[in-house]
Each structure stands twice: as C-alpha cells, then as structure tokens.
C-alpha cells in the first residue's frame, strides 16, 4: 500500500508526499495533532492539516526565527517565546549563552507531549530548566502577566486556527508593552506570495508601534511557495545590520544555516517592503 | 468536473494544481509541449511533465538568469542564449540598451511556435530583429560556431531529457572556449534542496574553467522547493560585487524583481557553497 498525504496550500494548489508510518494521530481541544513518518522530509508534525515541522527543514525557520532577533538585540537575557510548542525555537533561543529564563507560552500541551515523545531532536529542549512552560493563549497571558522581556519570539501556526488572535493589533500593541525599551520582537508573518495581506498587515502593525522594523525570508521547503516571511521590530537597533558582531559570528559556528551574510542578505530578498531597518 | 495536473517533484514529493483549461498539448520530436490555464499560476508550460514557465513567477527566474551576469559584464553587446525557447530570458536581456545581438538556440522549434501563440509575456519577443533563434542542440551549435559571445545564459531545462548534454564537462569547457577574455557563464543548476549533486557538480565544473564563480538563489514558487539556485562563472569581473553600479539601478526601474541589493544578497542565502566570487 502506498499511502499519501496531502495539504492543501491554496484551494487551488497541494503539496502531496508519501507516508512510511503514521507514528500520533490526536485531537487536543485545539486541533488535530499528527506525526508522521516520511520518505522526503524525515518525521513531520502536521497540525489542522498544515505542515508545521520538518526534521529536513525545521532547522532553517528555527534558526532564523530565533537568531536575527537575538543576535539584533545583542545581549538577551529573558526571552518569550508565543507558540512553538515544538521545542525548536527553544532549542536555538538556549544557543545564546547570556539566556537567564526563557518562558514558553504553547496554547495546546498535547503539541508539547507529542513533541516531547516523536520530535527529541527539538522536543528534549523543553525539559531544561532555564525553560518555564505555560499553557495558555499568546494574548491572555500578555494581558495579566506584569513582566518584561528582551526578546519576544512569535512562532504561531496559520491565522485561521488556534492562532488567531496572533496578528491582531491588540497582539501586537501588548507584546510592544511587555518589551524592554530596547527590545525586539519577531513574528513568522506566513508567505509571500500566497498571504501576502497577512504579511503587509503585520509588517503594518509592527511600524505603528516601533521604531526600526523590516521583513526578511528564509527557505522553507515545506512551506507553501518554499520561502517565508518574518517581521522584526526593533525598540533601538537596526535589526537589518548587526551591530552585535562577535555574537553573530559565535552563533554561527553552531548553526546549519544561519550566519551573519545571510542575517543581512535576507532582509534584501524581496522588493515588496518598503523598511529595511530604518523604520 | 474538477481537473488537476500533478508534478511528481521527487518520488516521494507531488505538486499539484488545478487547471481551468489546457490551451495546448502536443508531442514534438523530443518532447510532450503542454500549455495549462491555471487559478493559482495563470498559464503554465510544462515539458514532459516538469513545470517550465508560469504567468505568476517567470519573472522572478527571467530577471534573475539574465541580469546578474549581464550587470556583471557591465557591456554585453552579443549573448547567447541556450535552451529559453520561451522567450523570457530573451526579453530581459533585451533590456540591456547595448545589446547588438541575440542567439538563441533552442532543440525544439515547436516550443517556440508554442510560446508565440499562447505565452505573448514572453513568446512575443522572440521576434525582435536583434533575436536570432537558431533550432539545434546547445553543445553541436558551440561545436560548429566559431562566434565569440560576451556572456552565455543557460536557460535549460531538467538534466532528464533533451538538455542532458547541457550539464556535462565538454558542455562547460565549450561555453569557456566560446566566451570572450572577459565573458560571463550562468547555468540554471536546479533545487540546492532536491538536486544538490547537480549544483555542487555545476558548480565544481564552473571553477575548473572561470577565475571568479559563485552561486546564487532566487525564490521561484512554482518549482521544486520553491528556491532555485544559479550558478556562474566569470572571466575578470567578481559576479558578486557589483562594479556596473549605475547599470544595475537603471536596470532596476525596468524589472519587478531584479535590483542591486537583491543581487548582491542573492550569493548569501545558503552557506553550503564556497565561491562568494573569489573562484
């Protein structure tokens, strides 16, 4: 038997690959969590029917995700980390050796124990102990937790699930307030050339409110269209020139992907957006 | 009815999208010409099977196939053109103002015939009295041509079919043999995720012949992986560094792609190649 899965990237375009074993197949209160096994990608976490996670590919979005806001903000010691209930993001955010507490806040902790179990290489990051766990929404817990951060890493899934409230401007104004003064925040912000409205929107909300912000891509195979979209905003630095150089090059020699051309040339890979650092 | 075209991108890896009419479909003596009306793509050709050209993101690969060595060169006056029966690269390098002559040659006069009628974008300017298209296998033409051209541009398609030859070692020394003293080189060298021996062996055979090479990325959705690599070989100028400056904005204000930021950081997307231009 060959057996297939399929996801639907647009109504009219879909990404199909072939399953070797089907290793959790759940339904939490939020979603429909499944693991797979496969010939292309390695181990794939599959959410509501979207890809999420790639043991081929996952390495490119954590790195990137993590070490261009880290790296511009230069010497992050508390970080919070919205979704990425994987461990992924965890795992490169624990790179940076002036990391005090990181403070995971997943919506849904079966996405955790299923990590946890089929996904060591990013779920075993969750168990260290500068790592902090809460279960809850993104939003709700910004609402009634009085802390500041240095860094403020959204990691979400799509804008029609469980995420949602994630690229609203409320969102976007309350994790502005639980910066620092010179904080920075980053949000997968999808791809673009099929969400192009959800990456204009963010990239509008994050120049309302800071001072330096841009868009820069990366890579993802396994991501509709194969290239994605993250939108930083800066309280102080120019996220789109380091500053924090030695930091970037001690990054990079434990990195796959990340470096510190790269760091810069990302944000110079589409011409659709107009901040490029400057604000 | 509901009709579907699918890719097998890998064994294990498909695309699909659905078609809202086929324009074309034909078998010329090497191989299936097919034109597909498209939601997601508008019109698509597709050569025996493989996806070649789509309305939606030929730009993107056009732009970024000819410029980046054209800019390189600084003063191309004649190129040659092998492979691009489409007519896309051909209209790019058409908008460099010193450009005396164009050969195109091209195994499969009735994908010419095909792009005229039912991809004008592209097909149209193959009738520029600059163009002359030349039906014949890309290596028996530089065999039998004594011509000298300023900059090459390999516009083939997979190393399956027809353009098999259009990858070997014999195929690359022609191309170094038939380009000026300060002659530009530049392949299509596939995925840098699916085709990686294909590019690394591109690559390889680029530095055995030029004094300066490199390879370079550019986001081409409608392709395997979604992130296609380039790969170029250069008689004196650095292909990553632009000396053409005021070349490279003028061409700008003519391209939706293309500018000199994008060129430059185009050489930086992937850290697993080591000529950055220095051969």
Redesign the interface.
């Known amino acids: 038997m060959e057996l ?1 899965f ?1 996801e639907m990237q ?9 399953v070797k074993e089907i290793l959790a197949q759940t339904k939490s209160t939020c979603q429909e969590i499944v693991v797979l096994d ?3 990608f390695g181990r794939v976490l599959v959410l509501d029917g979207f890809i999420q996670v790639t043991q ?2 996952e390495y490119i979005y954590h790195e990137m995700i993590s070490h261009v806001p880290l790296v511009t903000h230069g010497s992050p010691g508390e970080v919070l980390v919205i979704g990425g209930g994987d461990g992924g993001t965890v795992r490169e955010v624990l790179k940076h050796p002036e990391i005090k507490k990181i403070t995971l806040v997943e919506i849904d902790a079966e996405v955790v124990e299923v990590c946890r179990r089929y996904l060591p290489e990013t779920g075993s990051y969750l168990d260290d102990r500068r790592v902090h766990i809460q279960i809850e929404d993104g939003l709700e817990f910004l609402k009634n937790n009085p802390e500041q951060f240095d860094v403020i890493i959204v990691d979400s899934t799509e804008p029609v699930g469980p995420a949602k409230t994630l690229f609203s401007r409320e969102f976007f104004r309350s994790c502005w307030n639980a910066l620092k003064e010179d904080g920075v925040m980053v949000s997968q912000t999808e ?4 969400n192009r409205d959800i990456l204009e929107r963010s990239f509008q909300l994050t120049r309302e409110l800071f001072p330096r912000c841009g868009t820069y ?1 990366a ?1 993802v ?1 396994s ?5 994605w979209s993250f939108t930083i905003g800066s309280g102080r630095r120019n996220p789109c020139k380091i500053e924090a150089k030695e930091k970037a090059q001690s990054i990079n020699t434990r990195c ?2 990340y ?1 510190p ?2 760091h ?8 659709l957006y107009p901040g490029k650092g400057e604000g």
Chains 1, 2 share one sequence.
């Not at 791809?191 to 099929?194: A, I, L, Q, V």
């Not at 810069?264 to 011409?271: A, C, N, Q, W, Y």
């Open positions: 297939w399929t647009t109504p009219y375009l879909k990404l199909s690959f072939q496969t010939e292309v081929m590919d791809s673009p050339f099929y891509f890579p195979p991501y509709p269209g194969g290239i796959r992907y470096s051309h790269i810069e040339s990302s944000f110079s890979l589409f011409p």
